[in-house]
């Protein structure tokens, strides 16, 4: 984000990074592989009307599964049928719903408001926080505050849980995680999960993968997998077997996928009375402590998705805090009175080393999963947690054929396999060939997920160019110290451009437009050079006046301003009207990437009919930039001391028409964005931009 954010900065002394060289990353999989789907974005606030919201959300209420939709699980995605458009329709009193483009923002809402009631679950996808939807990270079970899903789906889903419902942020900078990584001339990391995804890795990063050999020898027990017909048979063997395994002391870490899942366990092992901790997004204040301590004599843990936990299960338990919650209790401060705390700590070292050994004899750490993750990658980072230096310990996963993996991504072979045995409820099967049939399963959405990361990719590449050009233009604006030349050049250019629809290609000259373009663009009376104008030598003639007289002008006009308020001044008008139209940008490649799949239906391949169509949508922006600076720059009036006062409200008007909102992260949760005006860091005593020649705090800045 501090990236994005350089590029909006509208000052050289609010950037914050360095040239890109060299970058090490941490738990790089999680970065470059889970976080590579989601682009970060920052982004304002919209004019959406969040009623909207809560009508789409009504209708999806009464819609019908497989009658008036059809659900793809797999793909995550809803599609209406004929029956459903129809009902739509009708439940609305507005025909052509989907075909009229007036109409079809609301159509596009009813579709996501289907897919928050049936593709995301609350206390799975996200979790009701005090009102506030917040969502979870699917692979570390973390609350992700601070983040919130895009194209109206986060609302749909507020007015799903009957929240107040936020509205919409429009895109001002996105990049992908791909993309800003790949600017680093270096890039290293490490991970202890990586093997699953190296060919990833050399594909789309070129980075070789490393395996380092352990420490210790690994003497963990991974067992097969128990595969059982339904959910409700899984969660009952499953405490079966943590109440047989508690009794003997030795520590359990049962892993589960979702909230939702954690709390049905814990509450089949609080009627059976076992003591137990519960460590999800509910509860991850406590989460270092619960994790040190799960692998105390006795301990069950029960959390989800241990991806990215960073703090080590201690078999025996972790000394450290121990001592600092005896401490606690006793009234020690760990700070004043060292002795004492040191003392409470020699006790604890022994109590846990005593403990260790007990623990050791058990046969370590015992992981219980209670369903396959969709990455493997994830199932080995809870294995992981058991058989730490040298240690024993094992690990058996716990399934059912009701499970999301076997049920979307799982052959017929499996389910197929369970009932030709015909088994009774409670039976399993135990098989090491039904393993490795999961991990196909596992293989094959792991291949599905690495197609659309590949794919983001190729259409952010599209994008990744565009915003590389811009990017490189608002550096050049922050940090040129004269931009006078570059004011002319671009006002040069937007004439240029103005003229040269005089005569189009293969269509009848256009006198009458090109004459209502210099009067709007630069001022009336310039259109006069065009009386008579008949053919190409004749229009020639008259470039050639019309670049003298507006030549003169800007002579003129900075002459007026002077070097160093020409500079500001321009740098000012660059940045709000770049910006500005770099948002209106991403508004529109987002319209484009969102139906260019149809292309595909008339036979076209939809990237190339991307690149095509956002390099045109390209252009228009660089041509409504220069128009709009040109536009801007003759209409900058400068005002002597006594005459400013009659002028300042216009001024003042002229600056409001191109403030910008205050960009925020998307979702940041921050209080409500307020109009700025965009001149970043203008000192109270420096010359006011708008060309009066008085100081800032006098003048355009005497209200702010």
């Not at 520590?251 to 996928?257: C, M, W």
């Not at 959405?445 to 659309?452: G, K, N, P, S, T």
Request: hydrophobic letters at 35%; aromatic letters at 6%.
């Amino acid at each position: 984000f501090d990236y994005l954010r350089d590029n909006m900065a509208v000052s050289a002394s609010q950037l914050v990074q360095r040239e890109h060289s060299f970058i090490i990353l941490d738990e790089v999989d999680s970065i470059l592989i889970d976080e590579a789907r989601t682009p970060l974005i920052i982004s304002g606030p919209s004019e959406d009307n969040v009623e909207v919201y809560r009508k789409a959300d009504e209708v999806a209420r009464k819609l019908r599964k497989g009658e008036d939709f059809e659900l793809e699980e797999k793909e995550r995605n809803v599609a209406l049928t004929e029956a459903g458009i129809a009902r739509c329709e009708k439940i609305l009193g507005l025909p052509d719903l989907f075909t009229d483009y007036q109409r079809s923002e609301l159509g596009h809402r009813i579709v996501q408001a289907l897919k928050a009631h049936h593709l995301f679950q609350r206390d799975v996808h996200y979790v009701n926080k005090d009102g506030e939807i917040v969502i979870v990270d699917e692979f570390t079970g973390r609350l992700m505050f601070g983040r919130r899903y895009s194209d109206g789906l986060h609302q749909a889903i507020e007015a799903k849980e009957r929240v107040r419902v936020g509205r919409e942020n429009q895109t001002l900078a996105t990049i992908t995680l791909q993309n800003y990584v790949r600017m680093y001339r270096k890039v290293a990391g490490m991970t202890g999960t990586a093997a699953t995804e190296e060919e990833e890795f050399k594909d789309i990063y070129g980075l070789e993968v490393v395996v380092i050999p352990t420490h210790m020898p690994m003497i963990r027990k991974d067992n097969p997998d128990v595969i059982f017909r339904t959910r409700q048979e899984k969660f009952a063997a499953v405490a079966d077997d943590v109440e047989e395994t508690h009794r003997t002391g030795q520590p359990v870490l049962i892993g589960t996928t979702s909230i939702e899942s954690s709390e049905t366990l814990g509450k089949i092992l609080k009627a059976r009375r076992i003591e137990h901790r519960i460590l999800n997004a509910k509860y991850h204040e406590m989460e270092a402590h619960i994790v040190a301590q799960a692998g105390r004599l006795g301990a069950v843990t029960v959390a989800t998705n241990m991806a990215g936990r960073g703090t080590d299960i201690v078999l025996g338990g972790n000394p450290l805090f121990l001592a600092r919650e005896e401490a606690q209790k006793r009234g020690v401060d760990p700070g004043s009175d060292r002795d004492t705390f040191e003392k409470i700590l020699a006790e604890k070292r022994e109590e846990c080393s005593r403990e260790h050994a007990e623990v050791v004899r058990l046969g370590g750490l015992k992981i219980i999963g209670t369903e396959r993750h969709e990455s493997r990658r994830i199932d080995n980072q809870l294995r992981g947690r058991s058989g730490r230096q040298g240690d024993p310990g094992c690990s058996t996963f716990y399934l059912s054929l009701e499970d999301d993996l076997l049920r979307l991504f799982g052959s017929d072979k499996i389910s197929g396999f369970m009932e030709k045995l015909g088994l009774e409820e409670g039976e399993y099967i135990e098989h090491g060939l039904l393993t490795k049939a999961i991990e196909t399963a596992q293989k094959r959405v792991e291949e599905f997920h690495f197609d659309i990361r590949r794919q983001l990719l190729m259409y952010d590449n599209v994008m990744n160019q565009q915003r590389e050009a811009i990017y490189q233009e608002r550096r050049k604006i922050l940090s040129e110290p004269d931009l006078s030349g570059h004011g002319r050049q671009l006002v040069e250019d937007a004439l240029e451009s103005i003229i040269e629809r005089f005569f189009p290609e293969g269509e009848e000259p256009q006198p009458q437009a090109v004459a209502v373009s210099l009067k709007g663009v630069f001022w009336p009376g310039l259109e006069r050079h065009l009386e008579g104008v008949q053919t190409p030598e004749d229009l020639e003639v008259s470039r050639a006046a019309i670049m003298e007289e507006v030549s003169r002008r800007i002579d003129q006009k900075l002459e007026e301003i002077g070097a160093i308020n020409a500079t500001e001044m321009i740098r000012f008008l660059l940045l709000n009207v770049l910006d500005s139209a770099w948002k209106e940008h991403l508004l529109a490649m987002d319209e484009l990437r969102r139906g260019i799949g149809l292309r595909a239906i008339g036979q076209k391949d939809p990237l190339l009919e991307y690149q095509f169509e956002s390099y045109n949508l390209f252009q228009e922006m660089m041509e409504r930039v220069r128009l709009s600076f040109a536009q801007y720059f003759f209409r900058v009036t400068v005002m002597s001391e006594g005459s400013a006062p009659a002028r300042h409200q216009d001024a003042q008007k002229e600056t409001r028409d191109i403030a910008l909102p205050v960009p925020t992260v998307q979702g940041t949760g921050s209080a409500r964005s307020q109009p700025v005006r965009s001149g970043g860091k203008i000192g109270r005593n420096e010359p006011c931009p708008c060309g009066s020649g008085r100081k800032y705090k006098h003048c355009c800045g005497k209200n702010v």
